[in-house]
């Protein structure tokens, strides 16, 4: 009995909490500089590249790291035969403690060091390079996604507009100035744009889910959204100009130059390495049975030089030597994919543009104009079915290619800004 009064109220709160779920509001659409800012800092592969530059980091200080010192305990003179029938085992027992240290010659240890922080330095560029790498991706997405939204709000435009047809098509089919055939012909061609909305909710959701994943993301689809610029501008620098951009930015290239000044200090260090390093040792003994009744304490001291006769280290001079010949042409090979890259996407922008004009200032009118006036003249009975739907197909197709060359033109400029490393393009 003490439960029923929440039992009557229940149904109506959840109702209310249904309710409120459905009128909650959905996420403001991200622009292209903060789902940017979200890939950065939430990516997973990005954040486990960046911990690897942490262990490189951690690199550089033990290639620093002095040779430890070496302590030494020995014991000697211990009897094992009783003198004058009397066994004192440790009367005559002397111990020798001993320090020894390894002394590293030629900055072994400073070319070490600089040997890691060069391959952190490398890191760094292909960890720059990755970035830049999963942004073209992450832009593609972007781009998608902008799409599919121009898409859809076309496919939406056509159906409503093609309803309306369909009613004044319903209306003079009552007056007796359109054959139930043709009225048929009308709703049967609905089909078609109906599917095509359907498409394009399709593709806009698929973008949607891509972008997510690489932001890493749980949103729900229907209340993420992205928003920007979809158009074109047919202002491009010269070729020459990107070129050089592309040179001083490229992170990859910028690697490849690095692997060049490590490959040179590490064939410094393999020379380094074949120089010999002394031993340096001292130690104290307690000797109560020399010669001398007063020099029971001693000290002594040793150098322990290695006799480099044969140079064990010959064979990794001549494959560092080599690895610096072989860094200088990858560099080379770096440099003419970067060339190549940035002139095959140039080429696609200008050819991208080429195209996109005419859309923009004649095809895309004359479009428009020609369907408006099939359409009036259809409505008056002066145009014949196929005449209109002619002129409505081609106003769709003309409409939807647009759309697509404008796709495929900031497509083309996230490639171009791909192949130079930054941003030249907005």
Do not use: C
């Not at 029938?85 to 020894?100: F, K």
Request: net charge negative; proline share 4%; hydrophobic share 40%.
């Amino acid at each position: 009995m003490k439960h029923r009064p929440f039992s009557r109220f229940a149904p109506g709160a959840g109702l209310l909490l249904l309710l409120a779920a459905r009128l909650s509001p959905a996420q403001q659409p991200l622009t292209w500089e903060q789902v940017k800012a979200r890939f950065e800092a939430d990516n997973p592969a990005l954040k486990a590249d960046a911990l690897s530059l942490v262990e490189m980091h951690a690199n550089e200080i033990t290639a620093y790291l002095r040779p430890n010192p070496q302590f030494t305990l020995a014991t000697d003179g211990t009897q094992i035969a009783p003198r004058k029938g009397v066994w004192q085992p440790l009367a005559g027992t002397y111990v020798v403690p001993t320090l020894s240290y390894l002394h590293e010659r030629d900055h072994k240890r400073e070319l070490r060091q600089e040997s890691t922080r060069e391959g952190t330095r490398i890191a760094e560029s292909e960890h720059a390079d990755l970035t830049r790498t999963l942004e073209f991706t992450l832009r593609a997405a972007f781009v998608s996604t902008l799409e599919a939204k121009a898409v859809l709000d076309l496919a939406r435009v056509e159906l409503d507009y093609y309803d309306h047809i369909i009613e004044i098509s319903g209306a003079r089919l009552k007056a007796g100035d359109l054959a139930q055939i043709d009225y048929d012909r009308i709703e049967l061609q609905r089909v078609q744009y109906e599917a095509e909305l359907q498409t394009a909710v399709v593709s806009l959701r698929t973008a949607k889910i891509q972008l997510e994943q690489l932001l890493n993301d749980r949103t729900p689809v229907d209340q993420f959204d992205v928003t920007g610029r979809f158009d074109f501008s047919d202002e491009l620098k010269a070729l020459g100009e990107v070129r050089k951009d592309a040179l001083d930015a490229r992170p990859d290239l910028r690697a490849a130059l690095e692997s060049i000044q490590q490959a040179q200090t590490n064939h410094k260090l393999a020379e380094a390495n074949g120089s010999t390093d002394p031993t340096f040792s001292g130690w104290y003994t307690y000797n109560s049975s020399n010669n001398n009744p007063y020099g029971t304490q001693a000290l002594g001291a040793s150098v322990n030089i290695p006799l480099r006769i044969f140079d064990r280290n010959q064979g990794e001079k001549q494959r560092t030597q080599i690895d610096v010949n072989r860094s200088l042409q990858a560099s080379e090979a770096v440099r003419a994919q970067v060339f190549s890259d940035v002139d095959s996407a140039y080429a696609q922008v200008e050819s991208n543009i080429a195209l996109l004009k005419p859309y923009r200032d004649k095809y895309k009118d004359e479009a428009t104009r020609v369907r408006d006036t099939v359409t009036y003249s259809y409505q008056h009975g002066d145009a014949s079915l196929m005449d209109f739907l002619n002129a409505q197909s081609d106003y769709r197709t003309v409409q939807l290619a647009y759309l697509q060359l404008i796709g495929s033109y900031m497509t083309a400029t996230a490639q171009l800004n791909l192949a130079v490393g930054r941003e030249v393009l907005p």
